[in-house]
């Protein structure tokens, strides 16, 4: 494999001409960028590089920089909503807190499903105190839905596209390894940390933004990242 890693590699931050290039999007509300698979998006309590220290690149003209609409996993790509000025911001936190913008993630699995898709409703609760952002499946646990299908199959890898209905932390990683396939590269919830593992193999692949009433949602599409490619071809994408 391209990334032979017994752990998880730190991204340095963007210069603001990497940054730049990584905008899939942009109109007077809102932007759409590429996170890459590494950074956090947030500045952590013990500092470090983050994505929000690039933003002050992506003013295109306003007077401050835009801010997160939501966040993604550190270890996670693709789509990330940035809103460009504060009604702008508020109205897509809107959005997203009522469902209303749709997401497809794509993730390269271990093993697979035996069915060709699925829907997986299974509460998450926060596996203990020490843990922070944790999950684990809990009956008496907040409402989580996903959506799945099978896009290909390589081997003992599954391409899915993963659909998150309810926007739990972690609600993607803990739901496919509680089903038995573990998104490959998660050494929280997979199988653990092995020499020789890779990224997490998760991708926000595509996002839906009702932005106006009047008109239809727009769709961003994040291609596929570096890390992702050789597995994702091993199941049968074919570069697009």
């Not at 050494?187 to 239809?216: D, T």
Request: positive net charge; aromatic residues 6%.
């Amino acid at each position: 494999m391209s990334e032979s890693l017994d752990r998880p590699i730190d991204v340095p931050e963007l210069t603001a001409e990497e940054i730049l290039a990584r905008v899939l999007h942009r109109d007077g509300l809102m932007l759409v960028i590429d996170k890459p698979a590494g950074l956090p998006v947030h500045r952590g309590p013990k500092g470090g590089a983050n994505l929000e220290a690039s933003f002050d690149a992506l003013r295109f003209g306003l007077p401050r920089p835009p801010v997160l609409a939501h966040r993604l996993d550190k270890d996670t790509s693709g789509c990330l909503v940035l809103g460009r000025h504060r009604k702008a911001t508020a109205s897509l936190g809107l959005l997203f807190k009522h469902g209303r913008i749709s997401k497809t993630y794509w993730a390269v699995v271990e093993g697979g499903a035996a069915d060709d898709e699925g829907i997986i409703e299974m509460p998450l609760g926060r596996l203990n105190a020490d843990r922070g952002w944790w999950q684990k499946p809990d009956p008496d646990g907040q409402k989580a839905v996903t959506n799945w299908k099978v896009l290909g199959r390589g081997g003992s890898l599954a391409w899915l596209a993963m659909e998150p209905v309810t926007g739990r932390t972690h609600q993607l990683r803990v739901h496919a390894a509680a089903m038995g396939w573990p998104i490959v590269g998660d050494n929280i919830y997979g199988n653990g940390p092995r020499f020789g593992e890779p990224r997490l193999h998760l991708h926000s692949r595509e996002i839906g933004i009702p932005i106006s009433k009047n008109k239809e949602p727009v769709r961003v599409v994040a291609p596929a990242p570096a890390h992702m490619q050789e597995r994702l071809r091993a199941c049968g994408w074919n570069g697009k």
